[in-house]
Every structure is written in C-alpha cells, then in structure tokens.
C-alpha cells in the first residue's frame, strides 16, 4: 500500500471543510431520497400484515428510526459539542449546533408517532413509564441546548454553555435505553437485540431501510446547516470571500 | 402486494388515521426543516450581497475623497 495518507485535521478548518461538504451534499440528498422511496415501498407494500397488532404495526417503520435518530444525533452533538470545547475546535462546535435542530425534530416526530401508535395498541395516547417519559426529557434538552446557545451572544461562549449542558444531558441516553429492562413499562422492549430479532424479513428490512434514509437525511440537513453557521459567523473571514465567489 | 384496492390501502385495516396522521407528521416536519433552510440560504444571500454593496460604495466614497 501507498504511504499517502488523508490528512484529517485538514478538514478540521472551516475554510477546508467548508467546500467539502459543498461537494458531499447533492450526494446524500440523491441517496436520501432513494432511500426513502424504497423503505416506504418495502413497508407498505412488501411487508406483510402483523397477527397481532393488524395493520397498525406499519408506524414501526418510522417510529424506531426516528427514535433512534433523536438518541444517536444526541450523543454525537454531546460528542462535537465536547471537542468544540476541549480542544477550543470551532468547527466542532458549529456541528454541534447543527445538530441539534435535526435531533429536536427526530426526537419529536418519535414521540408524536409512538403516542399515534399507543391509542391503537394501549388504548392511549400517553403514559409516564419510563421509556415515554426519559424520551421527553431528551426533547427537553434539546430544547434546552438550543435555547441556552441562543440566548447567548458571544458564539464562542455559546458554545462552551451548550457543550456543558450537552455532556451533563448525556446521562439521559443509557437511561432511555435500558429503561424498559430496568423498569416495568408499558412500552415493549427492544426491537432488535444482539440475539433475536422478532420481525418478519421484509419488516426488519423496512425499518432499516428507513433508518438509512433517516441517517442520509440527517448527514445532508446537519451539512446545510453547517455551512450557513459558517457564513454566518466567518464572514469577516477573507477566504469565505474566495470560496461563496 | 396485498392491497386490492386503493380505498383499501388508505383506510389501512381502520388504522387509516394512526398511520397516515405519522407519516404526514414525519413528512410536515421534516419538508418543513427543508424549507426553513431554503429561506435562511435566501435570507444569508441578500445579506452577503448588502454587504458587497455597503463595501463598493465605501471604496468608491473612498476614491473619491
């Protein structure tokens, strides 16, 4: 093998990064909306009707991915958020708030389409166990975080409160994520473990099918984003005048 | 395909309302993190050119003096 090798902390720069995604976004955008339209084929017309729960099971095929959405983009906003402030890294810092919008509205659409999903299948719309519950608390610091750095003027304070708030909310994902083995809930376990995996094929195809498309949809929004923050508060910066030319 | 018609596959075996009302909220929310990008592009658009504006005629106001 060659010794060439990519040169990462390149892209650590806004002034590099800055075009790159430029380039990455149309890709993701191409393989979103392909991803979307063939999980929603496979689930709607592929997958067949569920014994127990009738037709009513087919909100699983966006509920779990947006589910799993909200916690995954939480913990890599903590994650950005961290560096942003441990390694006085801006452009880490920029993803973090990036993020956030993106994992407020997953973390939102699960709980709208898990209560649409409760009625049918409880009888209700909410409940407090643990699950439901931990999940709220998550939109919360969602809500939190993008109100506190809001709040604040100065960006680069803005990002080191956020990044607090962000790490300390952490605690809340295992939390999420074991409740429904820790406490007694009404909400069923886990959809897919290490061992088992209680779904027909073409609906475990579906929901990860969708989870891909979620995954894509989540990499081209956050890149957007990005690049506006970056305009946004880089403008003064001579090459951005060279790259928006 | 086990649908055999569309009234069919609408009404969903009577979930009709429990499906469609997730999946039009997905797609409300999500169109709608769409567009409110697409305006904030419009908006840091006009703004970046005000200022190229606001900078030409600092330098002709420059020259002039």
């Not at chain 1, 090798?5 to 890709?27: D, H, Q, S, T, V």
């Not at chain 2, 609408?10 to 929310?29: C, D, K, P």
Request: charge should be positive.
């Amino acid at each position: 093998m060659s010794n060439r090798r990519i040169n990462w902390y390149k892209y650590a720069a806004p002034a590099n990064f800055y075009p790159l995604a430029g380039k990455m976004i149309p890709w993701f955008t191409v393989i979103t909306i392909a991803l979307f339209v063939v999980g929603l084929y496979v689930g709607f017309f592929v997958a067949p009707t569920d014994f127990q729960q009738g037709e009513s099971y087919r909100i699983i095929f966006i509920h779990v991915p947006a589910a799993w959405m909200g916690m995954f983009l939480y913990v890599l906003m903590a994650v950005y958020a961290g560096v942003g402030w441990a390694f006085n890294a801006r452009l880490a810092s920029m993803m973090a708030t990036a993020i956030s919008t993106t994992g407020a509205i997953f973390t939102f659409i699960s709980l709208v389409t898990g209560s649409l999903w409760g009625r049918p299948a409880w009888g209700v719309y909410w409940v407090w166990d643990a699950r439901m519950t931990s999940t709220l608390i998550l939109m919360f610091l969602y809500i939190g975080f993008i109100s506190l750095q809001s709040s604040i003027d100065d960006p680069r304070r803005a990002d080191r409160a956020g990044a607090v708030l962000a790490l300390v909310g952490l605690i809340n994902v295992p939390i999420i994520y074991f409740s429904v083995q820790w406490w007694n809930t009404l909400h069923q376990g886990a959809t897919i473990t290490a061992r088992s995996f209680k779904m027909a094929p073409s609906m475990k195809w579906a929901m990860l099918i969708l989870l891909a498309a979620c995954w894509m949809y989540s990499i081209a929004v956050v890149l957007v984003r990005v690049r506006f923050i970056i305009l946004e508060r880089e403008r003064e910066a001579p090459w951005l005048a060279e790259v928006a030319a | 395909m086990h649908w055999s018609s569309w009234s069919e596959f609408f009404s969903m075996g009577g979930y009709g309302f429990y499906i469609w009302g997730s999946y039009g909220v997905t797609l409300i929310l999500l169109g709608g993190e769409v567009l409110m990008l697409l305006k904030r592009k419009r908006r840091l658009g006009r703004s970046t050119a005000d200022r190229e504006q606001l900078k030409t005629q600092n330098a002709k106001l420059e020259t002039a003096l």
